[in-house]
Antibody
Framework: QLQLQESGPGLVKPSETLSLTCTVS??????????WGWIRQPPGKGLEWIGS???????HYNPSLKSRVTISVDTSKNQFSLKLSSVTAADTAVYYC??????????????WGQGTVVTV | QSALTQPPSASGSPGQSVTISCTGT?????????VSWYQQHPGKAPKLMIF???KRPSGVPDRFSGSKSGNTASLTVSGLQAGDEADYYC??????????FGGGTKLTVL
């Protein structure tokens, strides 16, 4: 059973870079047909898609965050990562990693991590 | 890209049906078949309930159904149960490899 787990600092200072990692267990990240994404949720607010990456490294980013976001994949560690630069208080949120089945459930996230709280 | 528009709240009694709307534009909801719905209980990660407008992932009860007309998608929950009380979010493909979510609807089972 595939599981995703977010990890990283829970507190980041303004203007610094937020860095999170999502570790995939119970299956390989190095498989065609799956996108691996990051979604966040500010306190008491709705969900916001940050971006997604294919196992090959191909990335798609939310245009509103694109200038500050980098998503990368490390297939040797079965992990993918998020970097968000120049953070402000508005970036305080629960950050989720999730998987999209690009063949069968396109543009929908079927498996989610439990989420990690990041406070700026 | 702007967030999709959902009503802040919806409610119904056990056994009844309730429908939640999700309004976008021709550039997202109206332009593609890739509308999804997620259920989120407090303190939990979202759970995919509907994808591609009206398809249910394995394990999701058929009490949950989705539809779309023009720029508005809808989620209907039939035979309401206490466990259906949660926040519901829609999402849509918005072209150019972008995804957009709705603001969320809090469903209360009276």
């Amino acid at each position: 059973q595939l599981q995703l787990q977010e990890s990283g600092p829970g507190l980041v200072k303004p203007s610094e870079t937020l860095s999170l990692t999502c570790t995939v267990s119970g299956g390989s990240i190095n498989r065609s047909g799956y996108y691996w994404g990051w979604i966040r949720q500010p306190p008491g607010k709705g969900l916001e898609w940050i971006g997604s990456i294919y196992y090959s490294g191909n990335t798609h980013y939310n245009p509103s965050l694109k200038s500050r976001v980098t998503i990368s994949v490390d297939t040797s560690k079965n992990q993918f990562s998020l970097k968000l630069s120049s953070v402000t208080a508005a970036d305080t949120a629960v950050y989720y990693c999730a998987r999209e089945d690009a063949y069968n459930l396109r543009n929908a996230f079927e498996i989610w991590g439990q989420g990690t709280v990041v406070t700026v | 890209q702007s967030a999709l528009t959902q009503p802040p709240s919806a409610s119904g009694s056990p056994g009844q049906s309730v429908t939640i709307s999700c309004t976008g534009t021709s550039s997202d909801v109206g332009g593609y078949k890739y509308v999804s719905w997620y259920q989120q209980h407090p303190g939990k990660a979202p759970k995919l309930m509907i994808f591609e407008v009206n398809k249910r992932p394995s394990g999701v009860p058929d009490r949950f159904s989705g539809s779309k007309s023009g720029n508005t998608a809808s989620l209907t929950v039939s035979g309401l149960q206490a466990g259906d009380e949660a926040d519901y979010y829609c999402s849509s493909y918005a072209g150019s490899n972008n995804l957009v979510f709705g603001g969320g609807t809090k469903l209360t089972v009276l």
